[in-house]
């Protein structure tokens, strides 16, 4: 079956570095969504990505879907305490159905 | 963010037990999941419900049984559980509107099989 990986599976960096998590799918995705959870806490969605080639930005963080559409990445400029948790990314394979990536947990360093 | 509930939120149960757990979503969204989160585990879809009305089960053991008696509550039937069953049950919700069906999360069960 389709497997969505994300790498790194975890990243440390220190506050105020940029920080880059990258979505790879063993097929071609549908539609991208992206979430982060918080430690202790559940997942929060950020953001869909439709169109191959699609860029959104939020603030700090700039979202982007692959041409092929076979790969997404989650970009963090200037990184804050506050971004720390474990981002996944889902491909929505049908409707209501939900691949989620394999996460990668970013820690911050102050 | 209170528009999912989950109950209990952790949950303690031997191995010859029954429990339930119970999820309630005040968003007025037509679809709602069950998903397994495992340590070293992505989030792993369990059932998915649309109207009521089961649409995906993921090859999940019986001894996990899903009740969706209307669209805004959803209940998972627990029993004779094993411990590697232990992990963080989450449900959610979605509704299928202009092309975007983002899921709200509960807070999750954390459940223990001892």
């Known amino acids: 079956g389709q497997q969505v990986m994300q790498i790194p599976q975890y990243q440390h960096v220190q506050e105020g570095e940029d920080f880059t998590t990258y979505c790879n799918s063993s097929t071609t995705l549908s539609n991208i969504q992206w979430y982060k959870q918080r430690p202790g806490g559940h997942p929060v969605f950020l953001i869909q990505l439709v169109k191959s080639g699609e860029v959104k930005k939020q603030k700090r963080l700039t979202f982007q879907f692959g041409e092929a559409k076979k790969n997404s990445s989650l970009h963090i400029t200037a990184t804050q305490t506050t971004d720390v948790g474990t981002y996944f990314c889902?491909?929505?394979?049908?409707?209501?159905?939900?691949?989620f990536g394999t996460g990668t947990r970013l820690k911050v360093l102050a | 963010e209170t528009g999912v509930t989950q109950t209990p939120r952790h949950l303690v149960m031997g191995m010859t037990n029954k429990k339930s757990l119970k999820c309630e979503q005040h968003l007025g969204h037509n679809a709602m999941y069950w998903y397994k989160q495992s340590a070293k585990k992505p989030l792993e879809l369990m059932f998915v419900y649309n109207f009521k009305e089961q649409t995906e089960n993921n090859s999940v053991p019986s001894r996990f049984s899903p009740e969706c008696p209307n669209s805004s509550h959803l209940f998972l039937h627990l029993h004779t559980l094993q411990p590697e069953d232990s992990a963080l049950y989450l449900c959610?919700?979605?509704?299928?509107?202009?092309?975007?069906?983002?899921?709200?999360f509960g807070p999750g069960t954390r459940l223990t099989v001892t």
């Open positions: 959610a919700s979605s509704s299928f509107a202009g092309g975007s069906y983002e899921q709200y």
């Open positions: 889902a491909d929505t394979s049908g409707t209501y159905k939900y691949i």
